[in-house]
């Protein structure tokens, strides 16, 4: 069964620490894994693609990593800032086509406190 | 920031009523969506369309329907609302591959009394 877990589930960090949350998936064919971020009360926004032939990349202070032998992938939060408060969410395509279908995560709901 | 727009972004009413969460982006994509979301769950999609004309039914069944006369419109109708239709809708849209960037709205959060 195609499945993306998250974890942890919430966290609590302090302005100015770095966090890593992380996505495991079971999603197979494996065509790409996205992280958005979702404000409160607003629609998910994407921060990263990463494709099978990626292991990291970085958008500012984002950077996302993956595993496609483990099947697992990461988003690390450098110097958190009280905007970086949201949920993120990992979404995990099985194939790149029309046909192709995307598998969401619950998310990991992220607290950053002053 | 992605334009797709959503209408009205709160709404509150009784059981029975009939209600239309309005969609509309001007990027001009092909593709468009429908998902619910709940507290700490994940996005279920119930509806999606192709193109003019084309609409079909998502992952998690729902009593609610769409239409996609316009490309740049795609609203989704609940003849009859129940309290078990609260809930975030968010609508989406993409280009290209189905499984390209989603572009979302603010989302509609709906209220059934």
């Known amino acids: 069964k195609n499945q993306v877990e998250q974890s942890p589930q919430s966290l609590i960090i302090l302005e100015g620490k770095n966090c890593t949350l992380q996505?495991?998936?079971?999603?197979?064919?494996?065509?790409?894994l996205r992280w958005y971020k979702q404000d409160t009360g607003r629609g998910p926004v994407s921060l990263t693609i990463?494709?099978?032939?990626?292991n990291t990349k970085s958008n500012g202070r984002y950077t996302a990593t993956l595993d496609a032998d483990t099947k697992q992938s990461s988003l690390h939060i450098t110097a958190s800032q009280l905007s970086d408060s949201a949920s993120y969410i990992c979404?995990?395509?099985?194939?790149?086509?029309?046909?192709?279908?995307?598998?969401f995560g619950r998310g990991t709901q992220l607290t950053v406190w002053p | 920031e992605a334009d797709i727009y959503q209408t009205p972004r709160y709404l509150v009413i009784g059981t029975g009523k009939k209600i239309t969460l309005e969609c509309s982006q001007t990027?001009?994509?092909?593709?468009m969506y429908w998902y619910q979301q709940d507290p700490g769950m994940e996005l279920h999609l119930i509806h999606y369309?192709?193109?003019?004309?084309?609409?079909e039914k998502g992952d998690l069944s729902s009593e609610s329907t769409v239409s996609r006369i316009r490309t740049e419109h795609f609203p989704l109708t609940l003849e009859s609302a129940r309290p078990s239709h609260t809930s975030q809708y968010l609508c989406?849209?993409?280009?290209?591959?189905?499984?390209?960037?989603?572009?979302f709205g603010e989302g509609s959060r709906l209220t059934v009394l």
């Open positions: 979404v995990v395509s099985d194939r790149g086509s029309t046909l192709g279908r995307l598998y």
């Open positions: 996505c495991n998936y079971t999603v197979s064919p494996f065509s790409n």
């Open positions: 990463m494709t099978f032939s990626e």
């Open positions: 990027m001009g994509h092909d593709k």
């Open positions: 369309s192709y193109g003019v004309n084309s609409t």
């Open positions: 989406a849209s993409n280009q290209g591959m189905g499984t390209g960037e989603l572009f």
